[in-house]
T-cell receptor, first 111, second 112 residues
Framework: AQSVTQLGSHVSVSEGALVLLRCNYS??????LFWYVQYPNQGLQLLLK??????LVKGINGFEAEFKKSETSFHLTKPSAHMSDAAEYFC?????????FGPGTRLSVLP | SQTIHQWPATLVQPVGSPLSLECTVE??????LYWYRQAAGRGLQLLFY??????ISSEVPQNLSASRPQDRQFILSSKKLLLSDSGFYLC???????????FGQGTRLTVV
């Protein structure tokens, strides 16, 4: 079955530190891949997506992600965390007609 | 421009009462439409999706149902709510050529 996993349900970083949120997908055929952010009681906002082409994708708010087919991964990074980055982050894969979401990672940013 | 509307934003319903959540999309035609549920502390669970009017696919068997009476309208319903139906419900649409899902602002449902 198609699935998306996110290692770590909760990640804490200090303000100014590197943010690394992990995502792996299961598929012999690479799907389209996405990262979404969700603030409390709000819908999901797209951060970035990978469809084809360059494997390093840059998104909004200074985030970027790298698609690595050999590792079936699409990890999200940001060089320097900001307090406003505290939110829940979802990795998702698009397989044909459906999106499959990972369980989410809650990012806390400590002052 | 394309927009997605979802209402109500919050809802408190007693156990056994009916449910109707509505989602409409503007500025696009023949979108794929989706209903997701996000339970407290858990990820998003796909409940239903629709690729066209009257076409509904159910991903998880439960006491919820969905309908698509018009191209840009997607309704989530229940005849009798359970306590376990509490959660955050999200509607989304997809423009296939764009391969990007756009989400509504969600409905916080509390069943008491």
């Amino acid at each position: 079955a198609q699935s998306v996993t996110q290692l770590g349900s909760h990640v804490s970083v200090s303000e100014g530190a590197l943010v690394l949120l992990r995502c792996n997908y299961s598929s012999s055929v690479p799907p389209y891949l996405f990262w979404y952010v969700q603030y409390p009681n709000q819908g999901l906002q797209l951060l970035l997506k990978y469809t084809t082409g360059a494997t390093l994708v840059k998104g909004i708010n200074g985030f970027e992600a790298e698609f690595k087919k050999s590792e079936t991964s699409f990890h999200l990074t940001k060089p320097s965390a900001h307090m406003s980055d505290a939110a829940e982050y979802f990795c998702a894969a698009f397989y044909g007609q459906n999106f499959v979401f990972g369980p989410g990672t809650r990012l806390s940013v400590l002052p | 421009s394309q927009t997605i509307h979802q209402w109500p934003a919050t809802l408190v319903q007693p156990v056994g009462s009916p449910l109707s959540l509505e989602c409409t999309v503007e500025g696009t035609s023949n979108p794929n439409l989706y209903w997701y549920r996000q339970a407290a502390g858990r990820g998003l669970q796909l409940l239903f999706y629709s690729v066209g009017i009257g076409q509904i696919s159910s991903e998880v068997p439960q006491n919820l149902s969905a309908s698509r009476p018009q191209d840009r309208q997607f309704i989530l319903s229940s005849k009798k709510l359970l306590l376990s139906d509490s959660g955050f419900y999200l509607c989304a649409y997809l423009q296939e050529l764009n391969t990007e899902a756009f989400f509504g602002q969600g409905t916080r449902l509390t069943v008491v």
